[in-house]
């Protein structure tokens, strides 16, 4: 009971802690930590991650982290690495460790080898456009059960712009909206083209800023949309380099790991009974 209580305030305390440096107890878990540990769950491809999402992600990792932290110092206070299942099971894994770092720094060392050219890169990212187009939009929507409902609440802003019009939208939100972004005046978090239904993504990045959209039907109903911002933009040959690079150096250390495996099973004796 005692680590969950504590777990549950850590928690609660996450938002004010600087994610660059979080100590647990006396133990430090930086930045860094939480990036690489992100690196290994997104098998490497943490930085493609939209950059909205990335904050999001780096909090959920740090709670886990943390987690981690107050179980094992509530372990050690209680005696577990003392007890005999927590030795026979930390040799057990020892010895299966030794195997893997070395296998891991044997794949590193073959991609520490790899060589790319500045043609192959680009080609790559000639070839595959649309994954570095950056796109994502902020708006606040008003979510109805038929057409007619949403028109009526259309024909209530005609004729506004600006913060006034906000304001209404954000009131007729609060008021109407079958949406839990009523609460917020109907305001969703910022989202990338994939993260919606289709047919509100195609109006979203296709209406014009500060105005609202004709009602939207989707499988939820009827959507009256107000396009706050929106981005669109272009990553650079120059920015997705270190991405395309390691992405590129893994495709080819594959097929090199692959015949090297194949020349080791030749000169192995591997006996199955």
């Given at each position: 009971?005692?680590?969950?209580?504590?777990?549950?305030?850590?928690?609660?305390?996450?938002s004010t802690?600087s994610?660059?440096q979080?100590?647990v107890?006396?133990?430090?878990?930086?930045k860094a930590?939480?990036d690489?540990?992100?690196?290994?769950?997104t098998?490497?491809?943490?930085?493609?991650v939209p950059?909205?999402k990335?904050?999001?992600?780096?909090?959920?990792?740090l709670?886990?982290?943390i987690?981690?932290?107050?179980?094992y110092?509530?372990?050690?206070?209680?005696?577990?690495?003392?007890?005999?299942?927590y030795?026979?099971?930390?040799e057990?894994?020892?010895?299966?460790?030794?195997?893997?770092?070395?296998?891991?720094?044997w794949?590193?060392?073959v991609?520490?080898?790899?060589?790319?050219?500045?043609?192959?890169?680009?080609?790559?990212?000639?070839?595959n456009?649309?994954?570095?187009?950056?796109?994502?939009?902020?708006?606040?929507?008003i979510?109805?059960?038929?057409?007619?409902?949403a028109?009526?609440?259309?024909?209530e802003?005609?004729?506004?712009?600006?913060?006034?019009?906000?304001?209404?939208?954000?009131a007729l939100?609060?008021?109407?909206?079958?949406?839990?972004?009523?609460?917020?005046?109907?305001?969703?978090?910022?989202?990338?083209?994939?993260?919606?239904?289709p047919?509100?993504?195609?109006?979203?990045?296709?209406?014009?800023?500060?105005?609202?959209?004709?009602?939207?039907?989707?499988?939820?109903?009827?959507?009256?949309?107000?396009?706050?911002?929106?981005?669109?933009?272009?990553?650079t040959?120059a920015?997705?380099?270190?991405?395309?690079?390691?992405?590129?150096k893994?495709?080819?250390?594959k097929?090199?790991?692959?015949?090297?495996?194949k020349?080791l099973?030749?000169?192995?004796t591997?006996?199955t009974?």
């Open positions: 009971m005692k680590t969950v209580t504590k777990i549950v305030l850590s928690l609660a305390l996450i802690m994610q660059a979080t100590t107890n006396g133990a430090v878990i930086t930590d939480v690489k540990e992100l690196m290994v769950a098998q490497g491809r943490f930085n493609q950059a909205d990335q904050a999001e992600f780096r909090k959920q990792m709670e886990q982290l987690a981690k932290e107050l179980v110092d509530d372990a050690k206070k209680i005696g577990i690495t003392n007890s005999k299942e030795k026979d099971k930390y057990e894994v020892t010895s299966k460790i030794k195997k893997e770092i070395a296998i891991q720094i794949q590193k060392q991609m520490n080898k790899i060589a790319l050219t500045d043609a192959e890169i680009k080609s790559y990212y000639d070839n456009a649309e994954e570095f187009d950056e796109k994502s939009a902020e708006v606040r929507h979510l109805v059960a038929t057409e007619g409902e028109k009526e609440l259309a024909k802003m005609k004729g506004m712009s600006g913060a006034a019009l906000v304001d209404k939208f954000a939100a609060k008021s109407k909206s079958s949406c839990p972004s009523s609460a917020d005046g109907g305001k969703l978090p910022k989202f990338a083209p994939k993260d919606m239904v047919e509100f993504s195609k109006e979203a990045f296709s209406m014009k800023e500060k105005t609202i959209s004709d009602p939207v039907k989707t499988q939820f109903g009827y959507h009256l949309i107000y396009l706050d911002s929106r981005v669109n933009k272009k990553i040959l920015e997705a380099k270190p991405t395309i690079s390691n992405r590129l893994m495709e080819k250390a097929s090199i790991m692959l015949a090297k495996m020349e099973q030749k000169k192995a591997i006996v009974k």
